[in-house]
């Protein structure tokens, strides 16, 4: 069991900056690909950025590109979303997600975290 802890959602106006950090045990995000998804209230849960485990390959929703960027640490055991330029349209629950069982880009991960609320203001 992996247990995975967001932290650094909050309120912010749009065109602030927010970066979300995502906690696993040590070397977590080494042995599993992670990944960011979202979920606005009344829609469904949606892919927004992925890294992989080894290469450390980025992959990004089309919304996102250049607004908002995925890392890790090099413990491999924080996993970070800085997300810039923000607009209402983004407010929703963020989830943090390790190990893909199929697609990065997929809702099929072993392990979610709880959820961070981000709110932006217009």
């Known amino acids: 069991q992996v247990q995975l802890v967001e932290s650094g959602g909050g309120l912010v106006q749009a065109g602030g900056s927010l970066k979300l950090s995502c906690v696993a045990p040590v070397r977590t995000f080494g042995w599993y690909g992670g990944g960011w998804f979202r979920q606005a209230l009344g829609k469904v849960r949606e892919f927004v950025a992925a890294?992989?485990?080894?290469?450390?390959?980025?992959t990004y929703a089309e919304s996102v590109k250049g607004l908002f960027t995925i890392s890790k640490s090099r413990a491999g055991d924080t996993m970070y979303l800085q997300m810039n330029s923000l607009e209402p349209e983004v407010t929703a629950i963020y989830y943090c997600?390790?190990?893909?069982?199929?697609?990065?880009?997929?809702?099929?991960?072993?392990?979610w975290g709880q959820g961070t609320q981000v709110t932006v203001s217009s």
């Open positions: 890294i992989a485990r080894n290469s450390g390959f980025r």
């Open positions: 997600a390790v190990d893909p069982r199929s697609g990065a880009q997929s809702l099929d991960y072993n392990y």
